[in-house]
């Protein structure tokens, strides 16, 4: 997978690299905390394409 990353982000190696010293050091969960601090969640969407529905409860009219 990181071997696939396009080349103008690098040497995938060097990027895989910072990307786990990152995770270890617990970056990215302080970046999150610090934008949530100051969200505005007034305008939030839920994207359906991961929301799964059984077959049976679709919109088509069942022949009666």
Request: hydrophobic share 35%; aromatic share 12%.
């Amino acid at each position: 997978m990181w071997r696939d990353l396009p080349s103008r982000y690098g040497d995938w190696n060097a990027v895989y690299k910072c990307f786990s010293k990152w995770q270890e050091q617990g970056t990215f969960e302080k970046i999150l905390a610090d934008l949530a601090l100051e969200a505005d969640f007034q305008d939030i969407s839920i994207d359906s394409t991961i929301i799964k529905v059984h077959q049976d409860s679709g919109s088509k009219k069942k022949n009666q």
